[in-house]
């Protein structure tokens, strides 16, 4: 088991298996399929995304550097959160982006119900370590254990 | 952050839960930046990434409905993207029925809501909003509370504007509370480059081609291009906007870029040169070899890699009056080389309403005709957003609608043979 430190962009305390990806998350091309089309395993549509593409993110520990691409983003995991089809969690290997941040705030200010905690600054060694299908645990302070 | 006693009284409630709520997500959003303060919106108009009533996005329809039931308005008038659907775009009955009675039958209840919101007016539909026929150009140093990442970038870079690139619905709250958060791409610490990108091609380079590269490398980093001005000139003319609006469109789908500096062209980089570079700043060499690697490594996924292109798709962002006009000239010549009298894969071109107007008054149009393209005014992106167009064989020389969309990557020369019949397809 190995701890990061991060910082907590929105709260929250969750344990989840880890998907992980390396490249940027292009958070539209990744749900929109998904989310419009009912995929109950809300499996990841990005054709560029050679890590993630066909994989679910359904109450999974997503592990990324940041998100990319259109400026829908935001409102994507918005919907995403409101749907329940959102990940557990999304653990930012670099400082968080304004696209997912607006998404991360706009679902803990305007969704009732539904936690996603994220959290940022977890440094490149957080991603070269954690691995699909470890155990991801965050705790309230930013604290991540991944084993 | 600290706030103005306005700010303050706005996010204590004093008028209203849902403007206090709008204000502290301003606030939330802007402390995951460690923004010290919120600042003034300066332009005249805002500008909306979402335009589609898709009934799968109901969460954003009820958010607008809080807004409006709590008599909430958008303090600037404003454009918004691309409508989804255009009768003169080819579909076939399949799709007319998803389109219309499974996915965007939210439209007519959106629009009405935008325009209850602040819509410019009925025509303020395109990515491209700061073309002059369509009248939402900010001035330089203007703040922006703009989404719509080709705009944002747009922008940032040839107008130099301020603006972050925020997600929808964060657009719109800017507005209505007259205010966004300081950080980032509004700074100009921000607004310095760490990547110098040298460009070392042995012939111009294909706009969106070019882009994706930069994307893809830099990520959400400003990147300083030093060599692209011999390509593409020392002046914002026409021709030279077109290729930055194709050019930054790629780097902020293919990437995450939100501005970016051009050596002896683009605004800031005329003013202030490589006192632009931030120390330290990494280095990316783009010469003939890494352009075709890109492009090479794009993946096809049609169910049929080799199967004949069906539809093409030219305008992901909306393509200028100047544009419209080459296209229509390239088109005609390489029909006649080609001995044929009209496009030999059905295609369509892209533009704004207002873009489309003006192209109507000039002769132009009708030779366009002639040869059987289409012209539209809807989103690409949208129309093919389902998983019927997933079968079916599109090409198109947008790299945005490449990385949303099933769509294959062809230059506008590959673009051009293709569809008039050249024999390389």
Not at chain 1, 105 to 112: G, I, T
Not at chain 2, 250 to 263: C, E, K, Q, R
Not at chain 2, 366 to 394: D, E, F, H, Q, W
Request: charged residues 20%; hydrophobic residues 40%.
């Amino acid at each position: 088991m190995k701890q990061f430190k991060g910082r907590v962009v929105t709260p929250g305390e969750v344990t989840a298996e880890a998907v992980v990806t390396k490249e940027g998350f292009n958070t539209l091309a990744s749900l929109q399929m998904a989310l419009q089309f009912g995929d109950k395993e809300v499996k990841c549509g990005d054709q560029s995304n050679k890590e993630l593409y066909g994989k679910s993110l359904l109450g999974k520990a997503l592990c990324l550097p940041q998100t990319i691409g259109s400026t829908t983003g935001g409102l994507v995991l918005y919907c995403a959160c409101s749907m329940k089809k959102n990940p557990a969690c999304m653990l930012f290997a670099n400082h968080i982006d304004s696209l997912a941040a607006a998404g991360a705030v706009l679902a803990d200010v305007w969704v009732d119900g539904v936690t996603m905690p994220v959290v940022d600054s977890l440094g490149e060694e957080f991603l070269n370590y954690v691995k699909d299908g470890m155990t991801v645990t965050v705790k309230a302070d930013g604290t991540v254990e991944v084993e | 952050m600290i706030l103005t006693k306005e700010q303050q009284a706005i996010l204590d409630g004093e008028k209203g839960e849902t403007l206090a709520k709008v204000m502290k997500t301003l606030v939330m959003y802007g402390d995951a930046f460690e923004a010290e303060k919120l600042v003034p919106i300066t332009s005249k108009y805002n500008h909306l990434v979402t335009s589609f009533g898709l009934k799968v996005m109901s969460p954003v329809y009820d958010l607008m409905q809080q807004l409006l039931d709590a008599g909430v308005t958008s303090g600037q008038k404003f454009s918004v993207d691309p409508r989804p659907l255009d009768k003169n775009v080819p579909e076939n009955l399949l799709q007319n029925l998803v389109f219309n009675k499974f996915m965007y039958t939210k439209q007519s209840f959106y629009e009405d809501q935008l325009e209850k919101l602040g819509l410019m007016d009925q025509n303020a539909f395109t990515c491209t909003c700061y073309m002059d026929e369509v009248g939402n150009r900010p001035q330089k140093g203007d703040v922006l509370s703009w989404a719509e990442s080709s705009a944002v970038v747009y922008a940032n870079s040839v107008l130099g504007a301020r603006c972050n690139r925020n997600s929808g619905i964060i657009d719109i709250m800017g507005s209505i509370v007259g205010y966004v958060p300081y950080f980032g791409l509004l700074t100009d610490e921000g607004r310095k480059a760490t990547w110098v990108v040298k460009v070392q091609t042995t012939k111009k380079p294909e706009a969106q081609l070019l882009g994706s590269a930069i994307g893809m490398k830099v990520m959400e980093d400003v990147p300083y291009v030093i060599g692209l001005d011999r390509w593409i000139g020392d002046e914002l003319n026409d021709s030279a906007c077109a290729y930055l609006k194709d050019f930054g469109a790629a780097t902020a789908s293919n990437g995450a870029v939100g501005l970016y500096h051009i050596a002896n062209l683009t605004p800031e980089a005329v003013e202030l040169g490589e006192s632009l570079i931030a120390e330290g700043a990494r280095e990316y060499i783009i010469d003939d070899a890494e352009l075709e690697r890109v492009q090479n490594n794009y993946p096809v996924i049609w169910k049929d890699p080799n199967a004949s292109p069906k539809l093409c798709f030219v305008g992901c962002p909306h393509l200028s009056l100047e544009q419209l006009k080459t296209w229509t000239e390239n088109i005609e010549a390489e029909l006649k080389k080609n001995g044929k009298k009209q496009v030999t894969v059905k295609t369509v071109f892209t533009a704004a309403p207002a873009v489309l107007a003006a192209f109507e008054k000039t002769e132009y149009a009708a030779r366009l005709k002639a040869t059987g393209v289409i012209t539209s005014y809807i989103c690409p992106l949208m129309y093919m957003n389902n998983p019927l167009c997933k079968k079916m064989p599109v090409i198109t020389s947008s790299n945005k609608l490449r990385t949303y969309t099933s769509a294959r990557y062809y230059t506008d020369a590959q673009i051009l043979k293709t569809i008039t019949g050249g024999k390389d397809q």
